[in-house]
């Protein structure tokens, strides 16, 4: 019996931690829609999520559009199908590797940043400060940087897509012999609307799953810098697990026609 006890425990801790993150959501959305909203700290979250992770997010999007071709001209080539190389190209970095492979770098920051700078307020009683003085710690700490993120990551994907597309397109024509004009046209046919949606809707499920989740385990750090280090962690883990898991429900059931 002790090794279904263990498995109990387990469980019930898996539901009590998803009860206590399904509450600190509902706390902050319906902070959102309440009156004030500190728009400096909105504009000051959205500087610091998005503009200062483009050079990563734009240096992992060429890579991958780059690689990208490469490989799918390799594969192509085995069926004499290499003229679909720009279109494979645009859909898989629009609809998937895009959103992503953005999500996770803009995660492995922002969610750590977030984790860490709340859980040293939190360890520091900062936030009992913040209580004392009137202050709700949710419209101050969390609601910013939900909406930054929500906002923000959409835009990031954008740039994400374009880049990753030209990555592409660079080994297309400079390596692998395709024509300039004619790899845009397919690149251009290929591309459709949905695309374009799908990969905003994702962006910005994932902005908010990013924000939430170093807000809530930076919230409830406990334990000094160990547990700082911890939530610090346990966001980054916990945020790439929900965007790829994320990624799987909208892709299936959203856009899975």
Not at 103 to 110: I, T
Request: a positive charge; glycine letters at 10%; charged letters at 10%.
């Amino acid at each position: 019996m002790g090794f279904l006890a263990t498995i109990g425990r387990y469980f019930i801790g898996a539901l009590a931690e998803i009860g206590r993150v399904s509450r600190f959501s509902y706390e902050a959305v319906t902070h959102i829609v309440r009156p004030p909203l500190y728009y400096p700290l909105i504009g000051r979250q959205m500087l610091s999520i998005g503009y200062f992770s483009l050079p990563v997010v734009g240096l992992t999007a060429i890579f991958t559009g780059a690689a990208l071709a490469q490989q799918i001209f390799v594969g192509t080539a085995r069926f004499n199908a290499e003229a679909t190389v720009a279109g494979i190209v645009v859909i898989a970095i629009v609809r998937e590797l895009g959103p992503v492979l953005g999500g996770l770098m803009v995660a492995g920051r922002v969610s750590s940043a977030m984790a860490a700078e709340i859980g040293t307020m939190r360890v520091s009683e900062q936030i009992d400060a913040l209580v004392t003085l009137s202050t709700n710690p949710y419209k101050y700490l969390i609601v910013p940087r939900l909406i930054a993120a929500v906002i923000t990551l959409p835009l990031l994907v954008i740039v994400a897509n374009i880049i990753g597309v030209f990555g592409g397109f660079l080994v297309g024509t400079q390596k692998l012999g395709f024509n300039a004009a004619n790899y845009l046209q397919v690149t251009m046919d290929f591309l459709e609307a949905s695309d374009i949606y799908s990969a905003l809707v994702k962006a910005a499920v994932f902005g908010f799953i990013i924000a939430l989740m170093g807000t809530y385990h930076g919230f409830h750090s406990r334990g000094g810098a160990a547990g700082v280090g911890a939530a610090t962690t346990n966001a980054v883990v916990t945020a790439f697990i929900l965007i790829l898991l994320a990624n799987l429900i909208i892709t299936i059931n959203v856009f899975g026609s």
